[in-house]
């Protein structure tokens, strides 16, 4: 129980971190060979690297990131450490309760700085749209034949339901949306609805308007699958009811191709982009009611995270397919171009999501 | 702080370096203080944003019938309108997401309530797990006032969608109180918890300005006079200490020097007390560097 120890351990920490300590750090030094305690004199002997590591922190706590200089951050990784080791040592030699919580507050505070969110809005974007995305559409898998099987479903269910009685139109429909797109509608009425809409104003207005109330359905067909999947599937079913219905409209009077053109402009990006929000939906069903190895929570999780990066995808996707409908859909005034358009877009996304292999996918693939 | 924490708060986290930190999970109210503190200024953002923009229509000289026109001013007044419809999305899903991606990981209203998220177990917290859990918030807070709002426009039964919107928001705000973490849905998906986040001063060092005054009176205690107490009196002696309150400092020294039968000069408690408390934390600290610890002054 000699008192040589501790001196040594200090002195060869002075020498090697030497250059880390402010003057002050250089008093409390001072003030270890005073204090009566061993467990003092270890405190103050680090307590400069512990105020160092806390006035870093707390700057980027204030998100001063750019303020803090560079050695101060290459050192934070190595300070962190030291607070974590002083803080097990501490708690094994130690019986100054002061000491004890305020460490760990402050490891606490750098943990969540060191293993905070990795990267910043710009970095995550670019890995986001590097391959990220398109991954995490991959990682969906079956999901995504699931939810399209259950949207082809929804349009045939839709379209014999109004076939064997045409009030299901009525029922369908939203009130007031389809205003001349009623069941015995003239063919010229119809095409009215489909085409000359060129010299309509206010299509910006039309379009951010579109994009926010798409933008939050497919939120909503993400967000159900909480409840196991099930409400997603329903919403997916009754929104592709709809369109079955309109199908069944136009082709009563041999306007079809018309009207496919007409929905495909935007009706690629949109529905691509539904199928995508509801296979999410579905894929964290699946994963809370069939969590296999895992428990329930931690597979939720998983399957949580995956297609969060899916739904910022569909958030976009639909700002695009908000613009089309907008501007492109009621300035294209015939049916070849809308159909090359859509066929365009289509094509795009599906070989963005599953024919291009990011940077991303190459290297990380867990 | 000074409070002992209740235990079923407390979640011990291990951390990559192997060392044990305890969290203290966040109260509901906390969280429902800091969700109303946030939901308010969301709306001052949303109305100081409308009426801005209302009021530039208004210095543009434009009435609203202009809309539908096509004309210069009639455009002007359209970007304003999409400007409106993005910044209003913006404020209802971006507003919670930016903030709790930030280095502190809190809404403003979080920050006031002193909590802040953080992943569940020793993940990290993701940009990912922070979207999820603020996309489920839309479905938790705002689909109750769309269900009843949807109603109101479409002039059908105000009161079902009225009880269906109070059911909805019951299921999602009584969710919390049905687990231990007090997850609520978007915490359950994102894998996130929400934690307080204490901000501590460090006091300063008891052995160092006290040997000095200490020494002047020189208490000399034997080891079956500090043998009395264990770790716990002797970390309350400490706070009572730091704290530095005249009643609080004599009626502990009285308890003391009751109990180990041996007094002390008339005012004189506070270097009774340190000289007691250095004492006491040097032989219990020795007995932890051999192993042995003295839980408080029940233990063997």
Known sequence: MSDASP???????????GSWFSPAAKADMAAAED???????????REGEWKR???????????????????????????????????????????????????EVLTQRAWFIVYGPRAGLGDWLRRFFGGGWSASVRALGSDILIALALMVIGTVVGWLL???????????????????????ASRAELMGTLFGQQNEPGLGVFAAALFSNNA???????????????????????????LGALLWLYHGQGLTLELVGWLSVHGTTELFAILLAGASGIHIGRAMAFPGEAAVLDAAAAAGRRTAQVMVGVVLMLIVAGLLEGFARQLIDNTAGR???????????????FVWRGRSANKGKP | MARRAPANRIRTVITPEGAALPFLLATRGARAAA???????????????????????????????????????????????????????????????????????????KRVAGIRIAARGTERLTTEAVIARNIMRDIELFMPAVFIGGAISAGSDTELAGWAGALWFAIFVLFPFFNRDALRCGDVI??????????????????VDAPASASDHAFQFTPTELAVYGEFELQTLERVLREGREAALNDVADAISRKIGRAYPYNAERAFLEAYYLQLRGNLEQGMRLGRRKVDKYAA
């Open chain 1, 35 to 45: 204090a009566a305690l061993r467990s003092d004199r270890f405190r103050l002997e």
């Open chain 1, 7 to 17: 001196n040594l351990i200090g002195r060869n920490l002075k020498d090697r971190l």
């Open chain 1, 339 to 353: 159909m090359i358009i859509g066929g365009f877009m289509l094509v795009l996304w599906t070989g963005y999501f």
């Open chain 1, 162 to 184: 109004v076939a064997s009685d045409p009030d299901w139109y009525y029922a369908l429909m939203p009130a007031g949306m389809g205003d001349e797109r009623v069941p015995g």
């Open chain 2, 190 to 207: 994102a894998g996130t918890w929400v934690v307080e986040a204490p901000r501590r001063r460090l006091g300063q060092a008891l052995s």
């Open chain 1, 53 to 103: 590591l806390e006035a870093i922190v707390a700057r980027i706590e204030r998100g001063r990131l750019r303020s803090v200089p560079d050695e101060d951050l290459l050192a934070l990784p190595a300070l962190y450490r030291t607070a974590v080791s002083s803080l097990a040592v501490a708690r094994e030699t130690s019986l100054d309760r002061e000491t004890l919580l305020w460490l």
């Open chain 1, 216 to 242: 939050q359905v497919s939120i909503l067909a993400f967000a159900l699958g909480f409840a196991f999947g099930l409400p997603s599937a329903m919403l997916l079913i009754q929104n592709t009811a709809l």
């Open chain 2, 35 to 109: 969700l109303l503190i946030d939901l308010a200024l969301v709306g001052i953002a949303m109305s100081v944003t409308t009426f801005t923009l209302i009021w530039l229509a208004g210095g543009l000289g434009i009435a609203f019938h202009d809309l539908e026109l096509n004309t210069p001013k009639s455009r002007a007044l359209q970007a304003l309108v999409v400007i409106w419809i993005i910044a209003m999305f913006l404020f209802r899903n971006a507003w919670f997401l930016l903030f709790e991606l930030g280095p502190r990981g809190a809404t403003p209203g």
